[in-house]
Nanobody
Framework: QVQLVESGGGLVQAGGSLRLSCAAS????????MGWFRQAPGKEREFVAA????????DTADSVKGRFTISRDNAKNTVYLQMNSLKPEDTAVYYC?????????????????WGQGTQVTVSS
């Protein structure tokens, strides 16, 4: 079982940066593929980025490619999302998610463990 706690959200002006962190409990963190998803009011949850257990494979949504970077530190049981050049349309609750195994996927239903979410608000 993996428990996830996100942090690092907040209010930032357009063009600014934030780094989200997701701390995971459990000794088997390195066996999980990790993902970031987001959900804006009135919209479905959407994929942002994911990283394989060893960090060798990543996937990033086209809408954030070149601006957001996912990384992980297995020694610290933590996954990060570095967000640069933020836009108002990036405003959402950001969720960290974990799925057992090595395959990087973009579908929320593939992830069995979720954090409580952290709010990111980008003002224009």
């Amino acid at each position: 079982q993996v428990q996830l706690v996100e942090s690092g959200g907040g209010l930032v002006q357009a063009g600014g940066s934030l780094r989200l962190s997701c701390a995971a409990s459990g000794r088997t963190f390195s066996t999980y593929t990790m993902g970031w998803f987001r959900q804006a009011p009135g919209k479905e949850r959407e994929f942002v980025a994911a990283i394989s257990w060893g960090g060798g494979s990543t996937d990033t949504a086209d809408s954030v490619k070149g601006r957001f970077t996912i990384s992980r530190d297995n020694a610290k049981n933590t996954v990060y999302l570095q967000m640069n050049s933020l836009k108002p349309e990036d405003t959402a609750v950001y969720y960290c998610a974990a799925r057992f195994g090595v395959v990087v996927t973009t579908t929320p239903h593939d992830y069995g463990h979720w954090g409580q979410g952290t709010q990111v608000t980008v003002s224009s």
